[in-house]
């Protein structure tokens, strides 16, 4: 196992982040769209960075020539 802690963010941490509405990162959850998480408890929810970054990465889109 990977002793090296995860860099954990909260769904407003997310929220601010990426420029988006809490409310908006709670739907996209409910329908299975956005970045990764871990559903810790009922009222629980947190990102890791790294997914965070990656979906990010992933949603870039280059403007064609």
Do not use: F
């Not at 090296?4 to 299975?32: D, H, I, Q, S």
């Amino acid at each position: 196992m990977n002793d090296v802690p995860k860099a954990m963010l909260t769904t407003a941490e997310v929220a601010e982040m990426t420029g988006t509405n809490r409310n908006t990162l709670r739907y996209w959850r409910k329908v299975g769209k956005g970045p990764a998480y871990h559903k810790l408890s009922t009222n629980v929810v947190r990102y890791e960075l790294a997914d965070v970054l990656r979906w990010l990465s992933d949603a870039r889109k280059n403007p064609t020539q």
